[in-house]
Structures are given as C-alpha cells and as structure tokens.
C-alpha cells in the first residue's frame, strides 16, 4: 500500500475547499491509491512534467509523482486546469 505526502500547495487547497469538493478529492486519492498509473481517468504528462501524472476531477487536475522505492505518492497540486500545469 502507498502513504500520500500532500505538498503545501496541494494542502492548502484541499484545507479551503468545501466538504462535498473534499470528498471528491479524497474518493480521487483512494483511486489514485489502489492503482497510480491505471485509470480511465489517469495520464502520463509529457515535457517537463514527464515524471508526474495527473488525474482529472471535473475541472479539477491532481498532479503527483509516484515513489516506487519508497511506496509514496506525492501529490504536487490540487488545481483548476487552467492554472495547474503553470
């Protein structure tokens, strides 16, 4: 099982989003969890962010590095997608 490490940015906004965003979010992580890198709703980012992938919630990204050697998933940011990939 992986452990999910929240950076401050993807903390913050996780803490100022209403409940029922919260709870998207944490139904996305569980996903995320069971499986990082299979999902209708996970991609492989390309270019600079080749080491990360993304999942896509809505209008939402969530983009996070995957830590085999350590069993972790670090998640960069929780952002509109607009704005994320910036």
């Given amino acids: 099982m992986y452990k999910v490490i929240l950076h401050k940015n993807a903390a913050k906004y996780y803490r100022n989003a ?3 965003l919260q709870g998207r979010i944490n139904t996305a992580v569980d996903i995320i969890l ?9 991609k ?11 999942y896509r919630l809505g209008n939402l990204r969530i ?24």
């Fill in 18 to 20: 209403d409940k029922k």
């Fill in 34 to 42: 069971e499986n990082p890198r299979y999902h209708v709703h996970i």
């Fill in 44 to 54: 492989k980012l390309e270019g600079e962010l080749k080491d990360m992938d993304r």
């Fill in 63 to 86: 983009l996070y590095e995957v830590h085999e050697d350590i069993k972790s998933i670090r998640i960069k940011a929780i952002e509109a997608r607009g704005s994320v990939y910036r």
